[in-house]
């Protein structure tokens, strides 16, 4: 629910949403360099669309694309 609701977001090209220390945080690839609010911004209308339990503690910006798979999924297990 999170990463569907990310993906459709505005600048996001791909997605991940992971657990850290306890927390949620979303690795986002951007389409193209964003300003330095977008994060705050995208991090807001998220977690506007979600239930308290489910909201996005942050948003991690990749430089890189994400590794994936011959199938086109992202190799998850690659990013802690």
Not at 22 to 27: D, F, R, T, Y
Not at 45 to 70: G, Q, W
């Amino acid at each position: 629910e999170i990463e569907s609701n990310l993906s459709i977001m505005e600048g996001v090209a791909d997605c991940l949403v992971l657990s850290r220390s306890g927390k949620i945080v979303a690795l986002v690839r951007t389409t193209e360099e964003m300003p330095e609010e977008w994060s705050a911004q995208t991090l807001q209308a998220l977690n506007a669309l979600l239930p308290v339990y489910s909201r996005v503690a942050a948003i991690e910006i990749m430089k890189e694309d994400f590794s994936k798979t011959p199938k086109n999924s992202i190799r998850r297990h690659l990013y802690k």
